[in-house]
């Protein structure tokens, strides 16, 4: 079975922190997204990668890096953490080939910004 | 650009009973996939069931059916026998032609059930 780790379930972190989030998958899939729920507006996305060190801008990357240095890994970064970035953050990969395919996500990381 | 609406924030359903879930969707893709996605309160995203805009039938998974009608642009989930771990929050997706370069999934804002025994 595929498996995508999300590093932590639960963070708290303060404004102004730099913030990471990781993200690994098992299954040598080339995608990978970061998505982010919020509750009334579904899962939007915030970035995404098909390759490593090649990444794109989602419809929501104000506020928001990321890093792809191992096929494996992606990395959400929030340079200066703000309060409306209390969020929970999804990751989810698919593998390139076939477009009916469905995205295959971790279990999420639950962020509060105090 | 693409647009999935879910109009019911919350249902709820007596045990064994079916319950449909509203989609609907906006887009000018002459292809595309829907899917739908289960969100226990645990988190985790959980993927049902998947409807191509081409496929002539609608998309069956178990209790799980897909009711799809292209020219209203809806696809609705239906589910039969509702089982009390059926309680969730349930997302419509989708994936344009467009989207096959991102492969990213457009979601809806979901629709909270909750089974009553």
């Known amino acids: 079975d595929v498996k995508v780790t999300q590093s932590s379930r639960y963070l708290v972190k303060r404004t102004g922190e730099k913030v990471f989030l990781e993200c690994v998958q098992d299954?040598?899939?080339?995608?990978m997204f970061w998505y982010r729920q919020d509750p009334g507006l579904g899962l939007r996305l915030i970035y995404f990668?098909?390759?490593?060190?090649?990444?794109e801008k989602g419809d929501i990357p104000e506020g928001y890096s990321v890093s792809r240095e191992k096929k494996e890994r992606f990395s959400l970064i929030l340079e200066s953490a703000s309060t409306n970035q209390t969020s929970m953050y999804l990751c989810?990969?698919?593998?390139?080939?076939?477009?009916?395919?469905?995205?295959?996500f971790g279990e999420g990381s639950r962020l509060t910004v105090l | 650009a693409q647009k999935i609406t879910q109009t019911q924030p919350g249902m709820f359903v007596q045990e064994k009973e079916a319950v449909t879930l509203d989609c609907t969707y906006d887009?000018?893709?002459?292809?595309?996939?829907l899917f739908w996605y289960k969100q226990p309160s645990s988190g985790e995203m959980i993927f049902l069931i998947y409807?191509?805009?081409?496929?002539?039938q609608n998309a069956t998974e178990g209790r799980y059916s897909l009711n799809f009608q292209k020219a209203r642009k809806s696809a609705n989930l239906v589910i039969s026998a509702s089982q009390l771990g059926d309680s969730a929050m349930y997302f419509c997706?989708?994936?344009?032609?467009?989207?096959?370069?991102?492969?990213?999934?457009?979601f809806g804002s979901g629709t909270r059930l909750q089974v009553q025994p």
């Open positions: 990668s098909y390759d490593v060190k090649m990444k």
């Open positions: 409807q191509g805009s081409y496929d002539q």
């Open positions: 989810a990969s698919i593998e390139g080939r076939h477009n009916t395919g469905e995205l295959f």
């Open positions: 299954m040598d899939h080339e995608n």
């Open positions: 997706a989708m994936r344009g032609t467009l989207d096959t370069g991102r492969r990213a999934l457009t």
């Open positions: 887009t000018s893709d002459p292809s595309y996939g």
